[in-house]
């Protein structure tokens, strides 16, 4: 028996043969070419061709995996468009005089390090999405066959990484799992797998290797381990362990439909935090009441520019319709820090995190606040929009964003564009300073939402992604927790409801504390929600 560690994704047990992806191997050679306006021109070509395949496969996906998953098809042909990517390309051909393969190959390369360099896992996980769109490009112009090896039975699928366009053509119904090298917990591959709700192990790197395909093998989810030709006392187990998940999953998918409602008749909502439009989908199928948090920075992290209004509309048009009714909490842009933006042209600061970030930047740089404004407001005829605020730390700062706001509604009133008049707005309570002053932000806005990853951070002067401090970060101080209970006293003091969309609000050993604090709403990973309501129906 092999066994080999990773990183899981997503939690269970599947057991089967491996399958590993195979790919068509191309050797890109360097050919020198004469005509450069000619291989420009060959290349725009495949291009063409390539954009006309993900179309081809976005409608394939808006069957298999719906409209919010298949999006990410627009999206690589938006990254076709990319003009950083098109004149990298060029700028190849022209100075080189080299061939079309060579330049994709070279410019697919150069931009995926890029993305893997980042420190934000979303964009570290857009090195897969640039590195398949080139390979797209590349089979167009080498004339490569795409086709995948035929699935003949229920297994687990292997690979180095597998990108959206491979993972889309995969016959889902006999996808037991997923085993990577790489990806980030971030990937299309761990999307997937939580979209799909099947076990998945990412990173385990160079020790799974393709001369594991077709021999036995057991995924453990919860471990994030992966064994090879298992042994019959570690496949005794590992059934039980399945078998008990299995038993739970029946338990827990007769709590839809159902409310997050206490022994003793207490309420509290459970919504959902998204950080993308493609999560949708396991939001309406883990029943959660709502979006907590909608992270609108992706549409800022995935575009070369500004993204525009009618960009940012479309996007929030298309969640809030997709809720039907259901609430929608969109934080406002939470640029800076550990999510950086080349063309925002931020100064590299010594102390990010305490720096200039969120609505700092908003507030200084009234221009791309009011786009972000404009296109919300529009939005919220569509559905039940609320918006909210991040890194606040004064009254001063939410009066000026009521100021931004009014002028938002006068420029949209004059230019006759529908808006709604009364979008209920709030705050994330992640600063110390929010908490000490939060009776009088209470009286400014109509909810609070404790962002607790932040929160505690700051309180306990420790920086959450330092591993070498990690025997000193407890989430669980009573610092923390009286400062959630603080602000929780100082919103139903004036009127305001209180949530938490940060990681701790998925913590089930604090959920009975978080009722007894009287907090109105919890919101967490999509997959945490039915677990989560579980926990509330068996407090008293």
Known sequence: MITISGKSVF??????????????????????????????????????????????????????????????????????????????????????????????????????????????????????????????????LSGADTGI?????????????????????LDKSKVLGFATMYGSSNSHTAILARTMNIPAVIGLGEDLKAEYNGKDAIIDGFT?????????????????????????????????????????????????NIG??????AVLKNDAGGIGLFRSEFLYLENSDFPTEEQQFAVYKKVAESMAGKKVIIRTLDIGADKQVDYFGLDKEENPALGYRAIRICLTRPEIFKTQLRALYRAAVFGNISIMFPMIISVKEVQKIKEIIAEVKEELKSEGIPYKEDVELGIMIETPASVMVSRELAKEVDFFSVGTNDLTQYTLAIDRQNSKLDEFYDPHHPAVLRMIRMAAESAHAEGAWIGICGELGADLELTEEFLKMGLDELSVSPSMVLPLRNRIRQCE
């Not at 006309?52 to 409209?67: C, I, P, S």
């Not at 993308?276 to 989908?281: I, K, T, Y």
């Open 11 to 140: 939690g269970g047990v599947s057991i089967g043969k491996i399958l590993f992806y195979q790919r068509n191997d191309k050797a890109i050679k360097r050919e020198r070419v004469d005509d450069v306006d000619a291989e420009w021109k060959r290349f725009q070509d495949a291009k063409d061709t390539a954009v006309e395949q993900l179309k081809g496969l976005y409608e394939k996906a808006l069957e298999d995996v719906g409209e919010a998953n298949a999006m990410i098809f627009e999206i690589h042909q938006m990254m076709l468009e990319d003009l950083d990517y098109l004149e990298s390309i060029e700028n190849i051909i022209r100075t080189q005089e080299v061939n079309a393969e060579y330049a994709v190959a070279t410019t697919a390369d150069n931009f995926a390090a890029m993305f893997s360099a980042m420190e934000d896992a979303y964009m570290q996980g857009r090195a897969a999405d640039v590195k398949d769109v080139s390979e797209r490009v590349l089979n167009i």
């Open 149 to 169: 090896r035929e699935m003949n039975e229920p297994c687990i699928i292997a690979a180095d990484d597998l990108a959206p366009s491979e993972t889309v053509q």
């Open 224 to 272: 994030g381990t992966l064994y090879i030709e298992p042994d019959e006392e570690t496949m005794k187990a590992m059934q039980e362990k399945r078998a008990k998940d299995l038993e739970q999953r029946a338990l827990l998918e007769q709590l839809k439909g159902k409310e997050n409602v206490t022994k003793s008749g207490q309420k509290i909502n459970v919504y959902a």
């Open 276 to 281: 993308n439009v493609s999560d949708l989908g």
